[in-house]
């Protein structure tokens, strides 16, 4: 019954899920994920795959996605590495040996090349500054020190950008573009895709975006693994954004049981039952 597993599973917080899980694994001796991939399809049988992982198993399950098979999904590579805490990616790093007997790393770089790997190394490493709150003053060195080196340059040496994103915090960055636009009179966006392009250029781009995309294994992932993090504030990120509610494209985006369990999931936590 496709509506009383969105009203469970919608309703309840990862450790609750995790805990469902168990119960009935220990009650009935099957495995729920089984039960509900063979009882269920398409893009709702995936979320519900997804829901009831734990969320580091799950970005491992998504890394590992992204570099199997042929080509590579580098957007979900940096969306992951990009906006992990120092310590969700040192977890990672040991959940995915655990799960898949090979190092991330090892996986990434035979994946990827040029400094779009660099790039990816870099942030496994997990060694990125997490301040809360920008220095302007030091945002205005950085981004004079791009408009320096010339915007041409920053073109063949992508490089600096690598080293600065990666001993930046998030906040650090984001204050480094603001400042970058007031000096330049445009967009550190606009800058990248100009002087920029390939695997390199994407990377860049969605680390400058932190864009939620319309895939929905993007949309599954993000609102699975950040619904207890900072979910509220990435709805509202994106109202400000395009000046539209997050629930809104949900709707029009999505139909049926997939669309009900994604607005279950998008609801306040806060508002969630016990």
């Known amino acids: 019954d496709e509506k009383t597993l969105i009203a469970i599973l919608g309703n309840r917080n990862t450790a609750q899920r995790l805990e469902i899980k168990a119960t009935f694994k ?38 590992k996605q992204a570099v199997k098979g042929l080509g ?13 805490s ?15 007997s090979k190092a991330l790393e090892k996986d990434v770089k035979s994946d990827t090349s040029g400094e779009f790997r660099h790039l990816l190394v870099s942030l496994l490493q997990g060694r990125r500054p997490e301040t809360v709150e920008g220095n302007v003053a030091e945002a205005q060195q950085d981004a004079q020190a791009f408009i320096d080196a010339g915007e041409a340059k920053f073109g063949t040496d992508e490089s600096k ?4 994103f990666c001993a930046r915090s998030d906040a650090q960055m984001r204050a480094i573009f603001n400042e970058y636009a007031k000096l330049t009179g445009k967009s550190i966006e606009e800058t990248v895709k100009s002087e920029t392009s390939g695997d390199i250029q994407k990377g860049i781009l969605a680390i400058i975006r932190c864009g939620l995309g319309t895939k929905e294994s993007t949309l599954n992932r993000i609102v699975i693994t950040r619904s207890e993090i900072d979910l509220v504030q990435i ?9 539209r509610e997050l629930e809104r494209d949900v709707s029009s985006e999505t139909s ?9 999931l998008l609801k306040d936590p806060s508002l969630r039952s016990g």
């Open 26 to 63: 220990s009650k009935l001796g099957r495995d729920l994920v089984n039960d509900l991939k063979s009882e269920t399809s398409g893009n709702f049988s995936k979320l519900l795959e997804r829901l009831m992982m734990d969320p580091v198993e799950l970005d491992c399950f998504e890394l």
């Open 72 to 84: 590579t999904d580098d957007e979900t590579l940096i969306e992951i590495l990009a906006s992990r």
């Open 86 to 100: 120092n310590d969700r990616l040192k977890a990672i790093g040991e959940t995915y040996v655990k799960m898949y």
């Open 161 to 164: 950008f690598n080293v600065l």
């Open 235 to 243: 709805k509202e990120a994106y109202n400000r954004l395009f000046n």
């Open 256 to 264: 049926g049981e997939y669309k009900a369990l994604l607005l279950a």
